[in-house]
RNA sequence: GGCGCGUUCGUCUAGGGGUUAGGACACAGCCCUCUCAAGGCUGGUGCACGGGUUCAAAUCCCGUACGCGCUGCCA
């Protein structure tokens, strides 16, 4: 039978990371064995069930690069895939368990009468457990219908989960202690229950599990952060799980060679915003470029630089690409390139040009590269270094005029290839400014 | 309270009877260097505790503590 797993989601206008790790384990097992990922949303509660909310998922999965087979974007054998369209389908089943004497009204809500066994669960990451029913004082038979006539999770999902032939449950282990209640219902309803995963939480820095609150606990604050999708994926799924080679840094090609779910510990683990941050910068240092730069260039749009071409762009971004963390950081870092009117940081300002002899450095250099024919990093680098012992000064007391009077900051990508780059003409003009505000 | 799961550097993890307990992030120092990164080298901190079993326990067993989860007419 072919492998059917499934994320189901509440709407709730937010993609928890836990959520999206949850996604991902259910991602890669279905895409590994050749089986089917599908998306159901759990919007029983119609209050917070809106169109947004669903996109908020819909977008969270993809940046990631998750996609799904069925779901209510994409329809399926199956649906419909959103719950509260499923009315139908979770009357017939009540009904079902009424006729065969497994229901009792309590207070116009309709509870399950637990069988009050011993419940085996065979989990694939947490083992065998068995769970004594016995005792309705501490397992209480479960409400699955209000009287309002709406539904209870367990019950739902259960049935879900049948009608929608799902093979295996990866999900939270924080429904750990709720899987007999769901194999008894399983069993009620006649069905076979499917194979269980359950994996750790993922906790916040007081080790609390993550709330909205705790900074990066959502997917909205990596895409809007400046994050690369790969990365966050790859940190996502060493949380719980290992390639256990030492690697840390994974392609998702790599992660589904390896992944099982017999792989996944029983830890809950403690997010680590500075590892996804120094995973973030490994996945950028090392893309290709021309991945680099699609995923820089909405960045750069969006701060209104005009670089013209695609063209253009490229070789500025090259220069940035081993040096950044965060895509969110690039525009400082190309803009300069584009305009002469570009912003001069005050401190670097007041450190390097206004310091004793800088005109002088500036104009020595100016006049070195002005007689320069061969305008290229390496010819650049020779002449400027030249110029410095002529004048008998380390290579940096020019190095750090030219930087600011080119960039306006103290910081950026290598000199000689910024100013082969800029190109002769700009660079003099820079330098010449430079010059005349200079000490 | 009851039930379930867990506990290896601060954090993520490898190791699952014999290891100088390995790697990574972070931190500190050094090297490299035009800045910032990257890279290289070095350093410190760890098997929760107590009992067993065994020639030998981080590793197996029991207990304790602590943490987390469930214990809803939330999902």
């Not at 509870?111 to 005792?135: H, W, Y």
Request: with cysteine; net charge negative; glycine share 8%.
């Amino acid at each position: 039978m072919s492998i059917r797993t499934r994320f189901a989601p509440s709407p709730t206008g937010f993609l928890h990371v836990g959520g999206a790790r949850t996604a991902l384990f259910n991602w890669l097992y279905a895409r590994k064995f050749g089986g089917k990922l599908i998306l159901r949303i759990e919007d029983t509660d119609e209050k917070r069930n809106t169109e947004e909310a669903h996109a908020v998922i819909y977008q969270g999965l993809s940046w990631l690069g998750i996609d799904w087979d069925e779901g209510p974007d994409k329809g399926g054998d199956y649906g419909p895939y959103r719950q509260s369209e499923r009315n139908e389908i979770y009357t017939k089943h009540f009904e079902k368990l009424k006729a065969d004497g497994h229901l009792y009204e309590d207070g116009g809500a309709f509870r399950f009468r637990s069988p009050r066994k011993t419940v085996q669960v065979e989990d694939l990451v947490c083992g065998k457990i068995a769970f004594d029913m016995s005792n309705p004082a501490t397992h209480p038979d479960m409400t699955i219908r209000r009287p309002d006539g709406s539904w209870i999770f367990h019950f739902v999902n259960v049935v879900d989960d049948i009608e929608m032939k799902m093979t295996h449950v990866i999900r939270g282990e924080d429904h750990l202690s709720n899987t007999p209640k769901h194999i008894e219902l399983y069993q009620a309803l006649g069905a076979e229950p499917p194979k269980f995963a359950h994996i750790p939480l993922i906790l916040n820095k007081e080790g609390k599990k993550l709330s909205k609150r705790d900074g990066g606990s959502s997917i909205t604050h990596f895409i809007d952060g400046g994050y690369v999708p790969e990365a966050v994926a790859n940190y996502l799924c060493l949380l719980g799980w290992s390639p256990k080679d030492n690697r840390e840094e994974l392609s998702v090609a790599e992660i589904l060679e390896l992944f099982d779910l017999s792989g996944i510990n029983r830890r809950n683990a403690i997010f680590d915003l500075d590892k996804c941050f120094w995973l973030n910068g490994q996945h950028i240092l090392h893309m290709d470029p021309a991945r680099f730069v699609e995923l820089a260039k909405p960045y750069i749009d969006q701060a209104e630089v005009l670089y013209g071409t695609t063209e253009a762009l490229a070789p500025v971004l090259a220069l940035a690409q081993p040096k950044i963390k965060h895509l969110s950081d690039l525009p400082a870092w190309v803009s300069f390139f584009f305009t002469e009117d570009f912003p001069v940081d005050p401190e670097a300002s007041e450190k390097v040009l206004q310091k004793e002899g800088a005109k002088g450095r500036i104009e020595a250099l100016s006049a070195a590269l002005n007689a320069l024919s061969d305008w290229n990093h390496a010819a650049l680098e020779t002449t400027l270094k030249a110029t410095a012992t002529a004048l008998g000064v380390k290579a940096g007391e020019l190095v750090h005029p030219a930087r600011v009077a080119v960039s306006g900051r103290s910081v950026g990508p290598g000199l000689y290839e910024m100013l082969e780059l800029l190109g002769k003409e700009r660079v003099l003009a820079r330098l010449a400014r430079a010059a005349a505000q200079a000490a």
